[in-house]
């Protein structure tokens, strides 16, 4: 019944970065997008390390580096003043080969994923808006609406990354249960008398509080902050109705404005990623609060995790219940993020005795204190960076070696000449151990054609809590799906029966890379 394996509704990050890992993977796909063109502002600015992990994985991260604006430093200042600050490089070292938060606008970053489908001659379909569509056990069948003139297209699969007023959400009468915050927000790009160097500054003042970012260029920074309530109601509310409200808490003059914007805050959670053929992504399925700058982030996560799955079922490499997985892992860690960013951003925003402590005691006084250990300062980076992100509760992640679980990320290990990221570029299923390999073992996977790499036993990896002369079933997206204290191919065998997992004996003469990965 398919014209087309994949149909993407929506060409945002989450629908472009979907788009980009599926053509990666071989796999064929149409992406369409009502509005005219890319976006034009800068929206969304934050770029992970954990994402910048995927760029990697996908050849093209140092594009997107070289495009943005290393966030390395965190400022917090009251009244003009700076009460601490802390080094995001120091943070991260060892933990990704992107110890920093990179600053790129959403206009900019969609630039470059753009000219990535391009490149691998995949055409956005701009001015196309899906109006309605059915499903059932054979495929999707589409009605398109092209600048006034209807088409009917059919696929195997509906992939809804259409944003918070998701057509894909409401057709399946998903529920999106949450709420608004009561405050209105502002965003501004605006050009200051102050260098933007490069870093992130938290400014705090009596009853407010104003976010700076550098961006694009030097003296360009992002504000965020609240309106204040005698103002959130004006209609046509400018920058310079707040310019005497923001400019002493930043301790600076604004000297042009670029682009200024005002919002409500959502948190919502969809009741279901999956419904039969169709799935939701990012703000289809999410919505968050601006604290830690998730959003963006967690629907690239999502695209990277459906991607290989629907990669590997299309292809007829698993079985089709892998796609369960993708709900189970993702939707937990929706609800778990919108949980605690909420409460972060309630407490720094809230009015009250509550929030009139946070900004004046909590942040000032205890955040230095508590940051000055080195163990809280790397929980920091791990957490908001997203490289803790672990699927430890999903059918597909089994077993324990060392530290280190079914379901974890594979923890960055790099040494002179061997990097044990650089080998995830294939974007398949790999064994990894650190240490001697079995020759009989070896044997055995090469006989199931699975991909091998034997990495030398270093402090480094046992400080990761890697197990040495374990070995690690790798799953496409860099997870760990089956750990094993011994290098026994029984529960490797299993594990690949029971999920239906089948390996192109193609590439089985490939498949044994003894030694460091190149």
Same mark, same amino acid.
């Given at each position: 019944?398919?014209?087309?394996?994949?149909?993407?509704?929506?060409?945002? %990050?989450?629908?472009?970065?979907?788009?980009?890992s599926?053509?990666?993977q071989?796999?064929?796909?149409?992406?369409? &997008?009502?509005?005219?063109?890319?976006?034009?502002?800068?929206?969304?600015?934050?770029?992970?390390?954990?994402?910048?992990?995927?760029?990697?994985q996908?050849?093209?991260?140092?594009?997107i580096?070289?495009?943005?604006?290393?966030?390395?430093?965190?400022?917090?200042?009251?009244?003009?003043?700076?009460?601490?600050?802390?080094?995001?490089?120091?943070?991260?070292? !060892?933990?990704?080969?992107? %110890?920093?938060?990179?600053?790129?606008?959403? &206009?900019?970053?969609?630039?470059?994923?753009?000219?990535?489908?391009?490149?691998? !001659?995949?055409?956005?379909e701009? !001015?196309?808006?899906?109006?309605?569509f059915?499903?059932?056990?054979?495929?999707?069948?589409?009605?398109?609406?092209?600048?006034?003139?209807e088409?009917?297209?059919?696929?195997?699969?509906?992939?809804?990354?259409?944003?918070?007023?998701?057509?894909?959400?409401?057709?399946?009468?998903i529920?999106?249960?949450?709420?608004?915050?009561?405050?209105?927000?502002?965003v501004?790009?605006?050009?200051?008398?102050?260098?933007s160097?490069?870093?992130?500054?938290?400014?705090?003042?009596?009853?407010?509080?104003?976010?700076?970012?550098?961006?694009?260029?030097?003296?360009?920074?992002?504000?965020?902050?609240?309106?204040?309530?005698?103002?959130a109601?004006?209609?046509?509310?400018?920058f310079?109705?707040?310019?005497?409200?923001?400019?002493?808490?930043?301790?600076?003059?604004?000297?042009?404005?670029?682009?200024f914007?005002?919002?409500?805050?959502h948190? =919502?959670?969809?009741?279901?990623?999956?419904?039969? =053929?169709?799935?939701?992504?990012?703000?289809?399925?999410?919505?968050?609060?601006?604290?830690?700058?998730?959003?963006m982030?967690?629907?690239i996560?999502?695209?990277?995790?459906?991607?290989?799955?629907?990669?590997?079922?299309?292809? +007829?490499?698993?079985?089709?219940?892998?796609?369960?997985?993708?709900?189970?892992?993702?939707?937990?860690?929706?609800?778990?993020? $919108?949980?605690?960013?909420?409460?972060?951003?309630?407490?720094?925003?809230?009015?009250?005795?509550?929030g009139?402590?946070?900004?004046?005691?909590?942040?000032?006084?205890?955040?230095?204190?508590?940051?000055?250990?080195?163990g809280?300062?790397? +929980?920091?980076?791990?957490?908001?960076?997203?490289?803790?992100?672990n699927?430890?509760?999903?059918?597909l992640?089994?077993?324990?070696a060392?530290?280190?679980?079914?379901?974890d990320?594979?923890?960055?290990?790099?040494?002179?000449?061997?990097?044990?990221? +650089?080998?995830?570029?294939?974007?398949?299923?790999?064994?990894?151990i650190?240490g001697d390999?079995?020759?009989?073992?070896?044997?055995? $996977?090469?006989?199931?054609?699975? &991909?091998?790499?034997?990495f030398?036993?270093?402090?480094?990896?046992?400080?990761?809590?890697i197990?040495?002369?374990?070995?690690?079933l790798?799953? %496409?997206?860099?997870?760990?799906?089956?750990?094993?204290r011994r290098?026994?191919?029984?529960?490797l065998?299993?594990?690949?029966? +029971?999920?239906?997992?089948?390996?192109?004996?193609?590439?089985?003469?490939?498949?044994?890379?003894?030694?460091?990965?190149?």
């Amino acid at each position: 019944m398919s014209d087309t394996p994949v149909l993407i509704v929506g060409a945002g %990050p989450t629908g472009l970065v979907l788009a980009l890992s599926l053509t990666r993977q071989g796999i064929p796909v149409r992406i369409i &997008d009502k509005n005219q063109g890319p976006g034009e502002a800068s929206r969304a600015i934050v770029v992970h390390a954990r994402t910048l992990e995927f760029y990697d994985q996908l050849g093209f991260v140092d594009d997107i580096v070289s495009k943005g604006i290393k966030v390395e430093t965190i400022h917090l200042r009251e009244n003009k003043k700076e009460f601490a600050h802390f080094s995001l490089k120091d943070m991260g070292n !060892g933990l990704s080969p992107f %110890p920093f938060a990179l600053s790129l606008p959403q &206009d900019d970053h969609e630039k470059v994923l753009v000219d990535q489908l391009k490149r691998a !001659g995949v055409n956005i379909e701009w !001015g196309t808006e899906l109006k309605s569509f059915t499903q059932d056990r054979l495929g999707v069948r589409a009605i398109l609406d092209k600048a006034g003139t209807e088409e009917v297209t059919a696929a195997s699969y509906l992939c809804g990354c259409d944003g918070a007023h998701s057509r894909v959400r409401k057709q399946l009468n998903i529920g999106f249960p949450g709420g608004t915050y009561d405050k209105l927000f502002y965003v501004a790009d605006v050009k200051t008398n102050r260098e933007s160097g490069s870093g992130l500054s938290l400014q705090l003042g009596s009853q407010s509080f104003v976010l700076m970012v550098p961006v694009r260029t030097s003296g360009s920074h992002r504000l965020i902050g609240t309106v204040p309530a005698d103002l959130a109601s004006k209609e046509q509310l400018s920058f310079d109705d707040l310019r005497q409200t923001v400019e002493p808490v930043i301790g600076t003059t604004v000297d042009s404005v670029n682009w200024f914007s005002t919002y409500r805050v959502h948190h =919502r959670v969809a009741d279901k990623f999956r419904e039969g =053929r169709s799935f939701l992504l990012g703000d289809a399925g999410h919505l968050h609060s601006p604290a830690g700058g998730q959003g963006m982030n967690t629907g690239i996560g999502d695209a990277v995790n459906l991607s290989w799955k629907l990669a590997k079922v299309i292809g +007829k490499q698993a079985d089709p219940s892998l796609l369960d997985t993708y709900e189970t892992e993702r939707i937990s860690f929706a609800r778990k993020l $919108v949980a605690s960013t909420d409460k972060a951003f309630d407490a720094m925003v809230g009015g009250g005795l509550r929030g009139t402590f946070t900004r004046a005691v909590l942040v000032p006084y205890l955040v230095p204190l508590m940051a000055g250990f080195s163990g809280l300062r790397r +929980k920091i980076f791990t957490t908001v960076s997203q490289v803790t992100i672990n699927y430890r509760h999903s059918s597909l992640s089994e077993g324990k070696a060392g530290h280190l679980e079914g379901g974890d990320r594979l923890p960055w290990i790099s040494e002179p000449q061997s990097d044990n990221h +650089k080998c995830l570029q294939r974007m398949n299923w790999q064994v990894h151990i650190y240490g001697d390999a079995s020759p009989a073992f070896v044997s055995e $996977v090469k006989a199931l054609g699975v &991909d091998l790499y034997a990495f030398p036993d270093k402090a480094s990896a046992r400080k990761a809590g890697i197990k040495p002369d374990g070995a690690y079933l790798i799953r %496409p997206d860099g997870y760990v799906a089956l750990a094993m204290r011994r290098q026994d191919a029984t529960p490797l065998k299993n594990f690949i029966e +029971k999920h239906g997992l089948v390996f192109k004996q193609a590439n089985a003469k490939k498949t044994i890379q003894a030694g460091p990965a190149p």
